[in-house]
């Protein structure tokens, strides 16, 4: 028996992955990049080779879709593998649009490898990760993280990378307008939206454009073309799940208050962008001088706000 306990922190898309290629691989349709958070964290222990398979999240039974993914997961890292414990926690609101999907399958890739006591390299660790959540192949490292779209049909070389070497200091600035469960999960969304929405094209199109003006942004710290650029990818992306059939909508009224709030506050000078996932919280990208504005200003439309700066690699330890 042996246990190793990885930690691993959401990332929040700057420019967005929606639509997948390969569904048996989970290959994306388009590139994207993303900034990875601080103090948001999933902790996941995996004790391999016990008597039976025992997933616990968040304290309790993994409900039976969870605990199938869950053994599917474990069983790409060793097709042999014997019965397992995982013990995985977040100290934020799951499924609320806060990435925790992403965070959770880097800790437990990184862990359930550690644990079966093999050495994979960071790169392999991100496409693991990407085949239990897209976007938890760019949580493997700390601060601005591009995942390549890759060319192979394995998929080995779509996988996270990161794009600067040291952290530009930024703030999302989360506003949480409903902490409960998405109705419609990402993967099933998008699939939805790839295969009905006349805007797809479109979408694809101009994704590989967008992450090199990102890409370009964070090399400048240019705040205010990231922030475009994000705004611009996000509200493409809604377009998208909008323009399917059926239609999808994430948003609530108190997302279009927090989209106002923040239009308000650059009209004011502050420099502020928006950006929302598949759910209707709001995240919003500034400088740390001018986040606890950003937070009040986001008040009177949500439960709580969180300012968080950028966070570092994921990391496990064995023991
Ligand atoms: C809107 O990574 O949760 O947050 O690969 O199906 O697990 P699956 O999807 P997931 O989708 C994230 C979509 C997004 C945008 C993003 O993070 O890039």
């Given at each position: 028996m042996s246990r190793a306990t990885a930690h691993a922190h959401p990332n929040i898309a700057l420019v967005k992955y929606w639509g997948k290629r390969d569904l048996a691989l989970n290959l994306p349709a388009v590139p994207s990049l993303s900034l990875t958070l601080a103090r948001f964290e999933t902790e996941t222990t995996v004790t391999w080779g016990t008597t039976e398979d025992r997933f616990l999240f968040n304290g309790e039974a993994a409900d039976p879709t969870t605990a199938a993914k869950i053994a599917q997961f474990l069983s790409l890292v060793d097709p042999a593998r014997p019965p397992c414990n995982v013990d995985t926690a977040n100290n934020f609101p799951s499924a609320?649009?806060?990435?925790s999907s992403s965070s959770g399958f880097a800790a437990l890739a990184l862990a359930a490898v550690a644990a079966s006591g093999q050495e994979w390299s960071k790169e392999q660790l991100s496409v693991l990760a990407r085949r239990g959540s897209?976007?938890?192949?760019?949580?493997?490292?700390?601060g601005f993280v591009e995942w390549k779209l890759g060319k192979r049909a394995d998929g080995a070389d779509s996988c996270g990378t990161p794009i600067?070497?040291?952290?530009?200091d930024v703030r999302m600035v989360v506003g949480v307008v409903s902490s409960k469960k998405k109705p419609t999960p990402s993967s099933a969304g998008m699939e939805s939206t790839r295969l009905t929405s006349p805007y797809f094209p479109a979408w694809v199109e101009t994704a590989a454009a967008d992450v090199e003006l990102g890409r370009k942004a964070v090399l400048d710290r240019d705040l205010a073309a990231l922030g475009e650029v994000m705004e611009s990818s996000t509200l493409k992306m809604h377009a998208t799940m909008w323009t399917g059939r059926p239609t999808l909508n994430y948003w609530l009224p108190g997302t279009l208050g927090c989209l106002d709030a923040v239009q308000a506050l650059r009209k004011a000078g502050i420099g502020a962008w928006a950006t929302m996932d598949a759910g209707p919280n709001v995240k919003v990208l500034c400088l740390p001088e001018d986040s606890e504005r950003v937070a009040i200003a986001l008040a009177p439309w949500v439960e709580r706000t969180d300012i968080l700066a950028p966070g570092g690699d994921a990391t496990v330890e064995q023991h």
């Open positions: 609320a649009g806060l990435a897209g976007s938890a192949c760019r949580s493997l490292w700390g600067a070497p040291s952290h530009w």
